[in-house]
């Protein structure tokens, strides 16, 4: 991973210069770096570079949003491709850390699998920051791509390598190394639960599920009852007998477990920030498969709350173990659920790659708070409507409930499915959209982007 270093005076490297005025340019650049810095001032441009034998010259304004800086630091990486492993930076703090998240969160690859003859490296190894910079923001954005990139890299991996039972062994790595208790529930343990939903999707498959459980308790938490964060942990999702259909459908089903790769970053991060916030995180995993005597459509579920559920699609399969593991939040009185989850096709088909789509029944305070964290970070999202009509659509005639709605809002009548195994105030986020992209976007690359943990760092940061 990219290492951050201080310098006293700018070593001869790449450099960044990130400015404002004439005077940002320092004293120890020759004349042509300073007329070209001075044109690039009067200009309308936001960044320009100059390219000089042995290194680059990137000059970015200071003057612009934090999401402009962070873009910027990936147009750096990009422009510095696999040519120079080592740049420096000089600027205000406020503005060069933006930069820099930017320019870490583009120095990420997925290659373990690719032998070493064919591998590319492409990476940036160190950047050099001021002397005076705080040890503070430099620490914690190490640990925020460090959480991000742990989260990219489980998506990244593919069921071949990645089943329930190693999703767990990973969580269990980082929960040792970030001081967060760990419970591992096996499937026998599952079953004397009779979480039927996780069962029940677990049917088709010759790999058993898991059910984790981490919890991180500071000393004196802001909050007296828990946050409890549920992640849908489906390792790979072929439809199940309700099979996806093929071209394009299941490329990328290696990325259903997103939303657990998601709430287990985040109480990761919050750990490793020693945030004052007691959070519990739920991880409910399997795949979802046609195998041996996979679950149908047709069949009734009595799942861990003892709610009976009529099953109509095999693969709307996200909703039946998260149901499971809503219904188990309720032994901790949380203060508030928050769940994440690739849940439907809908979710991107209604705003696409750029917004998680919220919803629930939570005070519009915290909903406010998701909003302005989601701003802050640029990981945004897009609240929708939560009315009482749309659960009506997930009654069945011979069941409590079925697990599919009508043709219209499935993002929401998904929603409301979950809603009635929570007892606490509960948010949902649809993750669908911008936990995967097929191409890459600025400082997020194609395949797991690690959507959320940045977005759930926030606002755990800044809760009561
Ligand atoms: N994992 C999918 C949702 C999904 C689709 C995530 C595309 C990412 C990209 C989920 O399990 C699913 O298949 N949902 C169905 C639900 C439907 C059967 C009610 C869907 O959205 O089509
Ligand atoms: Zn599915
Ligand atoms: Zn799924």
């Known amino acids: 991973m990219m290492h951050l270093e201080r310098y006293e005076t700018i070593p001869e490297c790449s450099t960044i210069l990130v400015v404002g005025k004439k005077s940002d340019i320092g004293k120890n650049v020759n004349e042509d770096i300073r007329k070209f810095a001075e044109g690039f ?174 919890e991180y308790k500071p000393e004196k938490p802001v909050n007296k009852k828990p946050i409890v964060l549920v992640g849908k942990g489906v390792v790979y999702d072929t439809g199940g007998l309700s099979l996806k259909p093929t071209p394009g459908s299941m490329d990328c089903m290696k990325s259903d477990m997103a939303g657990a790769a998601c709430v287990i970053g985040a109480i990761y991060l919050a750990a490793l920030q020693e945030l004052k916030v007691h959070v519990i995180a739920l991880v409910p995993a399997t795949d979802n498969r046609p195998g041996m005597n996979a679950y149908t459509p047709g069949d009734v579920i009595t799942m861990y709350d003892g709610t009976t559920v009529e099953v109509l699609n095999t693969d709307a399969e996200g909703r039946m173990i998260l149901a499971d593991a809503l219904a188990y939040s309720n032994k901790y009185n949380p203060e508030l659920v928050i769940d994440a989850a690739t849940l439907t096709g809908a979710a991107v088909r209604a705003i696409g790659t750029h917004a998680t789509i919220i919803m629930g029944n939570a005070s519009d305070a915290n909903f406010n708070l998701l909003e302005k964290s989601g701003n802050s970070v640029h990981e945004r999202v897009v609240r929708f409507p939560f009315w009482k009509e749309y659960g009506d659509e997930m009654k069945s005639t011979i069941a409590d409930l079925k697990n599919l709605g009508g043709a219209n809002a499935g993002m929401i009548t998904a929603g409301k499915f979950l809603e009635h195994f929570v007892k606490a105030p509960y948010i949902h986020m649809d993750i669908a959209g911008p936990a995967w992209l097929d191409k890459k976007e600025d400082y997020r690359p194609q395949g797991g982007t690690g959507s959320g943990i940045r977005l759930l760092y926030q606002f755990l940061r800044k809760f009561k």
């Open 41 to 214: 001032l009067k200009s309308d441009d936001k960044f320009d570079f100059l390219k000089l034998t042995n290194r680059f010259i990137f000059f970015v304004k200071e003057d612009q949003s934090d999401e402009e800086l962070r873009v910027s630091g990936s147009k750096v990486f990009q422009t510095l491709a696999s040519k120079h492993n080592e740049i420096a930076i000089s600027g205000k703090e406020e503005a060069v850390l933006q930069l820099v998240e930017g320019l870490m969160l583009s120095n990420y690859e997925f290659k373990p699998y690719q032998r070493k003859e064919n591998k590319k490296v492409n990476s940036l190894e160190k950047v050099h920051l001021p002397n005076d910079f705080s040890d503070k923001k430099i620490k914690e954005l190490n640990n925020i791509v460090k959480a991000v990139f742990w989260a990219r890299d489980r998506v990244n991996e593919p069921v071949s390598h990645l089943n329930a039972t190693q999703l767990a062994e990973h969580a269990q790595k980082i929960a040792e190394e970030a001081g967060i208790s760990i419970q591992i529930l096996e499937k026998t343990q599952i079953e004397s639960l009779k979480m039927g939903g996780l069962l029940a999707v677990n049917k088709g498959s010759i790999d058993p599920p898991t059910f984790t459980i981490l």
